[in-house]
């Protein structure tokens, strides 16, 4: 007899976006006894980036979802204890060091990679290996990794060495000094029930797969590919047996699937106002923030000044499960500057100005200018508001 095809839920737009919030953690209560942890592993992934303005992008993620959590507190749950390393994933990535083994079908695949864009010199890779397990973990600059060119910073071969032996997954980096890797041998970061390249590579896909759905909520193939930036076709040799379940989405062109625990969850609770770093997981793929809350946003920090319309890193503003607005911040001293906002709507003023005081509040700034704004109607209602939360 013949197998029934699976039955397919049909969601409306508002239903899915819902299910996003809700699966991002900014819906409904949070959960403060998990803490940053509990960010990190219910989102399977946190990126990092260079740029700083608030503070850096993997500091804004549990704070959009927890609010005013001390910004010692983030570094603390993410490089102690051995709870989370940082791979490549949907870019540079915290990860959860739980999900050590399902990366084996990325290490597996770097160790089998034909070249490489650096030359690795001879004998570079074994003398770091070497030191690594002499003198304990280490920056590349006590490797003697990185080195000044004239123009940019160039990659001596301890750093190419110490970089592929990382993407082997020889060396972990489970640990940031400032903004530096700090470099460690494997077998002494990853605890050893998790230190293995055991599972075969449709095991550790159906896995991240999962991870993405359950992350994401509700998602198409492209979504759930770019999550740990996976290629299609993986994605649709493990889906049906990822545990994610069929739907379809008003408006959506494309098949979903969606975790089916949130399916059956009731997605109520009170929305977070908040500002989102554009690295955050809930709008980093462009396309699907488009799709899901009609909203485009392109981050303009690599784009020459005269060519940028909203700012250097203008942060959107998610109020009411919406995304209603952008602001690109500024620090002068104690006062955190609105270099540049605007609203899809002159009544989410307030929402702007509270998601700017609290902002504020966590960095340490003691007050709020607006500085320039799409109108001078938004600018003045939002400095009006500013001036209301005093």
Same mark, same amino acid.
């Given at each position: ?332 001293? &104690?006062?955190? =500057?609105? !270099?540049?906002? $605007?609203?899809? #709507? +002159?009544?989410?003023?307030? @929402?702007?100005?509270? *998601? %700017? ?9 003691? &007050?709020?200018? =607006?500085? !320039?704004?799409? $109108?001078?109607? #938004? +600018?003045?209602?939002?400095? @009006?508001?500013?001036? *209301? %939360?005093?």
């Amino acid at each position: 007899m013949t197998p029934s095809p699976p039955t397919t839920t049909a969601l409306s737009a508002i239903e899915a976006r819902r299910l996003a919030l809700r699966a991002q953690g900014l819906m409904g209560a949070p959960d403060r006894r998990a803490g940053v942890r509990g960010v990190l592993r219910n989102l399977g992934a946190v990126q990092l980036d260079t740029i700083s303005v608030l503070a850096r992008s993997h500091e804004l993620v549990p704070y959009a979802r927890l609010g005013a959590v001390g910004r010692t507190e983030v570094e603390q749950a993410y490089w102690s204890g051995g709870h989370a390393f940082e791979y490549w994933s949907h870019a540079a990535c915290i990860l959860p060091v739980e999900e050590w083994p399902h990366f084996a079908f990325r290490r597996r695949a770097y160790r089998s990679r034909p070249h490489w864009n650096h030359p690795l010199p001879e004998g570079a890779y074994e003398n770091v290996i070497r030191r690594l397990r002499a003198e304990g973990p280490l920056t590349a600059t006590e490797l003697g990794g990185a080195k000044k060119t004239s123009d940019w910073w160039d990659w001596s071969g301890t750093k190419v060495a110490v970089e592929r032996a990382l993407m082997y997954g020889e060396v972990v980096c489970a640990e940031r000094r400032g903004w530096k890797r700090v470099y460690d041998l494997a077998e002494r970061a990853v605890p050893s029930r998790l230190l293995h390249d055991q599972l075969d590579d449709a095991e550790c896909l159906r896995r991240l797969v999962a991870l993405a759905g359950q992350a994401l909520g509700v998602a198409t193939r492209a979504d759930l590919a770019d999550y740990h930036r996976l290629r299609g076709a993986q994605v649709d040799a493990v889906v049906a047996d990822s545990g994610l379940v069929p739907v379809t989405v008003q408006g959506w062109d494309k098949p979903a699937w969606a975790d089916p625990r949130a399916l059956a969850a009731e997605p109520r609770g009170r929305h977070r106002c908040t500002l989102l770093s554009p690295f955050d997981s809930l709008i980093w793929d462009r396309s699907r923030t488009e799709r899901v809350f009609g909203f485009a946003h392109r981050l303009e920090a690599y784009l020459p000044k005269p060519r940028r319309v909203h700012g250097y890193f203008a942060m959107p503003l998610l109020a009411g499960g919406q995304l209603v607005g952008r602001v690109d911040p500024a620090r002068e001293g &104690s006062t955190l =500057v609105a !270099r540049q906002l $605007s609203l899809s #709507e +002159a009544k989410f003023a307030p @929402a702007m100005a509270r *998601a %700017l005081a609290e902002a504020a509040s966590w960095v340490g700034c003691e &007050s709020v200018r =607006v500085e !320039r704004a799409q $109108s001078a109607a #938004e +600018a003045t209602a939002v400095t @009006a508001e500013l001036a *209301a %939360l005093r």
